[in-house]
T-cell receptor, first 113, second 112 residues
């Protein structure tokens, strides 16, 4: 079946450090891939997405590349800020087959000044 | 433009009681989804409405859960009777183009 695996947290970093949160997936066909973020006290927000192999999604300094050969969609940011502290969820969907999003377990990021 | 709203933000009930969660999608969005996150685990899909019709309810855990979307606007999710394992955060999302889903802040349900 379809599934998403992401690294366990929490991830603790100092401000301006480099961030990588690993995400791998199992899916039939050609899924779309997403990163969602949940800031404290808020709902989920779409951070970035990629809909086909080799696409790179980017937003707010974050980026992730859809790698079909390694079935991965790792999230990266070159220099994190305290305001990036949140829970990050990797997800996939298969549009026009089923719309439902399949999520990973989430990774909590804590950035300290 | 108002986002997806959910009510209540937090509900604490005793085992065996009934609770109804409400979701108001973004105006004009035909697609409405319910998800839940239990005990820090992954967020799991419950069901998907297109207007007032249930398109996919494969994630509904059992018949204690009843979702409705009268008139294709807001939706309710009723849990009757609630069990301890129903505790978690219930998210609602809506979309128009079936690619990007906009989420509400969630309802935290605690069953004691």
């Amino acid at each position: 079946g379809n599934s998403v695996t992401q690294m366990e947290g929490p991830v603790t970093l100092s401000e301006e450090a480099f961030l990588t949160i690993n995400c791998t997936y199992t899916a039939t066909g050609y899924p779309s891939l997403f990163w969602y973020v949940q800031y404290p006290g808020e709902g989920l927000q779409l951070l970035l997405k990629a809909t086909k192999a080799d696409d790179k999604g980017s937003n707010k300094g974050f980026g992730a590349t859809y790698r079909k050969e390694t079935t991965s969609f790792h999230l990266e940011k070159g220099s994190v800020q305290v305001s990036d502290s949140a829970v990050y969820f990797c997800a996939l969907s298969r549009p026009y087959n089923t719309d439902k999003l399949i999520f990973g377990t989430g990774t909590r990021l804590q950035v300290f000044p | 433009e108002a986002g997806v709203t959910q009510f209540p933000s937090h509900s604490v009930i005793e085992k065996g009681q009934t609770v109804t969660l409400r979701c108001d999608p973004i105006s004009g969005h035909d697609n409405l989804y319910w998800y839940r996150r239990v005990m820090g685990k992954e967020i799991k899909f419950l069901l998907h409405f297109v207007k007032e019709s249930k398109q996919d309810e494969s994630g509904m855990p059992n018949n204690r859960f009843l979702a409705e979307r009268t008139g294709g606007t807001y939706s309710t999710l009723k849990v009757q009777p609630a069990e301890l394992e129903d505790s978690g955060v219930y998210f609602c999302a809506s979309s128009q183009d079936r690619h990007e889903q906009y989420f509400g802040p969630g309802t935290r349900l605690t069953v004691t």
